[in-house]
């Protein structure tokens, strides 16, 4: 059953709005940086180990082990996008935790990785593969927006799942120990050009 409620818990079906954000892909791809599978790779995996693996990991671990980082998380949102990415989605998850009956989220404004943090402690979820699934959620959904953006054949986009997957179990024992580190300026370069994009078809 906790396998269960753990793939349900990182299913690209969860009703956040995940499959709605591209987290500055998009505008690699308009600038040129990311342009095939190869490119495509580098940059996801990048963005994996210096920006979720050092920072949001971290993070989250600690919020499952019952800090208050909500608002840490949020001030280190470095564009305007990207802290309505994560309000949204976590007011999303809050409303969806909150009508199956696992309790209210004592957050009034919370970010994604709070409310994925409560979840895990009122399903009764494993830290370590709650984090693991975490990591693949996110993975998946860069995947699923280089395919759609670049574009990627199918085959193209598993592969890069297949490579880069097999980094997640060391991430996130890493993130267990490491302090959270926040800085990745060329991503938020491209976030903060993505807000005015002229043509997108991502919120971020």
């Known amino acids: 059953m906790s396998l269960a409620r ?54 989250l671990w600690r919020m499952m082990q019952g800090e208050a980082l909500n608002d840490f998380f949020l001030a280190s949102r470095e564009t305007a996008e990207l802290r309505a990415e994560t309000l949204q989605m976590g007011h999303s998850l809050k409303a969806l935790v909150e009508e199956l009956g696992l309790g209210g989220v004592p957050v009034e404004e919370p970010s994604y990785p709070t409310v994925y943090a409560f979840a895990v402690e009122r399903m009764m979820l494993d ?57 990745v300026p060329g991503l938020a370069m491209l976030s903060t050009r993505h807000e005015t994009q002229y043509s997108r078809l991502f919120r971020s």
Not at 36 to 54: C, H, K, T
């Open 6 to 59: 753990l793939l349900q818990l990182a299913s690209p079906t969860l009703p956040v709005g995940a499959y709605s954000y591209s987290q500055g892909l998009e505008a690699a791809v308009e600038a040129g940086i990311v342009k095939d599978a190869a490119s495509a790779e580098a940059w996801i995996g990048d963005a994996l180990s210096f920006s979720v693996g050092r920072f949001e990991a971290p993070v």
């Open 127 to 183: 830290r370590r593969d709650a984090l693991i699934a975490y990591l693949w959620s996110w993975l998946e959904n860069q995947v699923m927006a280089a395919v759609k953006t670049v574009p990627l054949g199918q085959t193209a986009g598993q592969k890069i799942l297949l490579a880069l997957g097999s980094r997640l179990s060391d991430i996130a024992r890493q993130a267990e120990t490491i302090e959270p580190a926040n800085f």
